[in-house]
C-alpha cells in the first residue's frame, strides 16, 4: 500500500522518535509500505516520521541508481534503532532534496564518511562504514528521526530565501506527484 508523505509543518517530522522493538505490531508490512511509497515517488530514503509515525526507522535504496553507479546496485536497507559510531572530520557540500520539502534544493554540508550500528528488519545488528552518496543519504534520512529536516542545516539567509516556498508547503499549496498529508 501507498502511503502518504507528511509534508514541511507537520507536527510528526519534529516529535521525538522512539526505538522500535522486536515485538512492534505489523513491521514487515510498514516497512513493504515505506518501500512501495517510496517507489512510487521517486525517492532514495524515507523516515518513518515522513509516513507519520514517530519510530527509529528509515529505509533506503539507491539500486535504481545501479547504471548510471553500478556501485550502488542491491543497496536496499531497512535501519532500525541507528546510531552514529563516527562520522568523519571530512566534509562534502551537496545539493539535497526531500519528499517532504517538495521542490526545494539546498546544498548541505555533511560528514564525508560515517560509520552507523542499526538492526535490520529481523533485529540483526550490522556495523556499517559508508562514503559518499550512501553516506549523505543515511544522514539525512537519519535527521528525520532526530526531529530535523535537511533546511535546518543551511543558513539563515538561503532559510530566508525560501521562506515564501516553505509557507506555501506549510499551507498545503504545493502539487506532489504522490500522496501527501
Same mark, same amino acid.
Given at each position: 500500500?501507498?502511503? &502518504?508523505?507528511?509534508? #514541511?509543518?507537520?507536527?510528526?517530522?519534529?516529535?521525538?522518535?522512539?526505538?522500535?522493538?522486536?515485538?512492534?505490531?505489523?513491521?514487515?508490512?510498514?516497512?513493504?509500505?515505506? $518501500?512501495?511509497?517510496?517507489?512510487?515517488?521517486?525517492?532514495? *530514503?524515507?523516515?518513518? !516520521?515522513?509516513? *507519520?509515525?514517530?519510530?527509529?526507522? $528509515?529505509?533506503?535504496?539507491?539500486? &535504481? #541508481?545501479?547504471e548510471?553507479? &553500478?556501485?550502488?546496485?542491491?543497496?536496499?536497507?531497512? =535501519?532500525?534503532? !541507528?546510531? $552514529?559510531?563516527? %562520522?568523519?572530520?571530512?566534509?562534502?557540500?551537496?545539493e539535497?532534496?526531500?519528499?517532504?520539502? &517538495?521542490?526545494? #534544493?539546498?546544498?548541505?554540508? @555533511?560528514?564525508?564518511? =560515517?560509520?552507523?550500528k542499526? =538492526?535490520?528488519?529481523? $533485529?540483526?545488528?550490522?556495523?556499517e562504514?559508508?562514503?559518499?552518496?550512501?553516506?549523505?543519504?543515511?544522514?539525512?534520512?537519519?535527521?528525520?528521526?532526530?526531529?530535523?529536516?535537511?533546511?535546518?542545516?543551511?543558513?539563515?539567509?538561503? @532559510?530566508?530565501?525560501?521562506?515564501?516556498?516553505?509557507?506555501?508547503?506549510?499551507? %498545503?499549496?504545493?502539487?506532489?506527484? #504522490?500522496?501527501s498529508?
Open positions: 500500500m501507498t502511503l &502518504p508523505i507528511y509534508l #514541511y509543518g507537520h507536527p510528526v517530522l519534529r516529535k521525538s522518535c522512539k526505538e522500535v522493538t522486536p515485538d512492534y505490531q505489523e513491521l514487515k508490512q510498514l516497512i513493504e509500505d515505506m $518501500f512501495t511509497t517510496l517507489e512510487k515517488s521517486g525517492g532514495v *530514503g524515507l523516515a518513518a !516520521p515522513q509516513v *507519520g509515525l514517530s519510530l527509529r526507522l $528509515f529505509i533506503v535504496d539507491l539500486d &535504481p #541508481y545501479k548510471e553507479i &553500478p556501485e550502488y546496485a542491491g543497496i536496499k536497507k531497512v =535501519v532500525i534503532n !541507528p546510531e $552514529f559510531v563516527a %562520522r568523519s572530520e571530512d566534509t562534502v557540500v551537496m539535497e532534496g526531500c519528499l517532504s520539502i &517538495p521542490g526545494i #534544493y539546498e546544498k548541505v554540508e @555533511r560528514s564525508e564518511k =560515517v560509520k552507523i542499526y =538492526v535490520d528488519e529481523n $533485529f540483526e545488528e550490522h556495523i562504514e559508508c562514503d559518499n552518496w550512501l553516506a549523505r543519504v543515511m544522514q539525512h534520512e537519519y535527521d528525520h528521526i532526530d526531529t530535523h529536516v535537511f533546511i535546518d542545516r543551511i543558513s539563515p539567509i538561503r @532559510r530566508r530565501m525560501i521562506k515564501g516556498k516553505l509557507t506555501s508547503i506549510q499551507k %498545503r499549496k504545493v502539487n506532489t506527484k #504522490y500522496k498529508v
